[in-house]
């Protein structure tokens, strides 16, 4: 239900441009469809060529034609300027090179007063902080998650106004993140 209450941050409508960044599998691509219909356009951006290869199997069993899957670095990823209605970025800008570079493209791309969602995750806060040794351990072993990137502060430097919820004593936050100007 998380990728539903993302998408929905977003504000998109049907027609719309939006940019998955990061599409993994194409988890998000459903609720993205659903949103801008068959007129808008999705932009599915992934490293791995085999994420890819799932989220396109997902697209043509479900007969989506709009959605432009490009396999590439999201760090040197070129967008025209405001050219998107939208993006959204679920538990990738953590674990991924480049971050700062990445969300720097989505900013110039996004429209005035377009939004950038991400959900994502960093170390506990509060009283769950005691777990992140343990966490930092586990994760290390199981995912490419980087627990010492600060990936609230990065967007924050491109979105000032931005509105972070954490949940899940911490770990967890989706920003949304507006484009101003």
Same mark, same amino acid.
């Given at each position: 239900? %998380? =990728?539903?209450?993302?998408?929905?941050?977003?504000?998109?409508?049907? *027609?719309?441009?939006?940019?998955?960044?990061?599409?993994? &599998?194409?988890?998000?691509?459903?609720?993205?469809?659903?949103?801008?219909?068959?007129? /808008?356009? +999705? +932009?599915?951006?992934?490293? &791995? =060529?085999?994420?890819?290869?799932?989220?396109?199997?997902? !697209?043509?069993?479900? /007969?989506?034609?709009?959605?432009?899957?490009?396999? /590439? #670095?999201?760090?040197?990823?070129?967008? @025209?300027?405001?050219? %998107?209605? *939208?993006?959204?970025?679920?538990?990738?800008?953590? !674990?991924? @090179?480049?971050?700062? !570079?990445?969300?720097?493209?989505? !900013? +110039?791309?996004?429209? @005035?007063?377009?939004?950038?969602?991400?959900?994502? $995750?960093?170390?506990?806060? /509060?009283? *769950?902080?005691? %777990? #992140?040794?343990?966490?930092?351990?586990?994760?290390?072993?199981?995912? #490419?998650?980087?627990?010492?990137? #600060?990936?609230? *502060?990065?967007?924050?430097?491109?979105?000032?106004?931005?509105?972070?919820? =954490?949940?899940?004593?911490?770990?967890?936050?989706?920003?949304? $993140?507006?484009?101003?100007?």
């Amino acid at each position: 239900m %998380l =990728e539903k209450r993302v998408i929905e941050a977003i504000e998109l409508q049907k *027609g719309d441009t939006v940019l998955d960044l990061g599409c993994g &599998s194409g988890v998000n691509l459903v609720h993205l469809h659903e949103v801008v219909g068959p007129a /808008g356009k +999705i +932009i599915a951006l992934d490293y &791995s =060529e085999e994420m890819l290869a799932v989220a396109k199997a997902l !697209a043509v069993e479900h /007969g989506w034609q709009n959605i432009q899957f490009i396999q /590439g #670095n999201a760090a040197k990823m070129e967008l @025209p300027r405001h050219s %998107l209605d *939208g993006a959204v970025c679920t538990l990738v800008l953590s !674990a991924m @090179p480049g971050e700062d !570079a990445a969300i720097r493209t989505v !900013a +110039i791309a996004l429209k @005035p007063h377009r939004k950038f969602v991400v959900f994502d $995750a960093k170390p506990f806060t /509060g009283i *769950g902080r005691i %777990l #992140n040794p343990i966490t930092y351990l586990v994760f290390k072993y199981t995912t #490419n998650w980087n627990y010492r990137k #600060n990936v609230v *502060g990065i967007l924050r430097q491109h979105f000032p106004n931005m509105v972070v919820t =954490e949940f899940n004593s911490g770990c967890n936050f989706i920003a949304v $993140a507006q484009q101003e100007k």
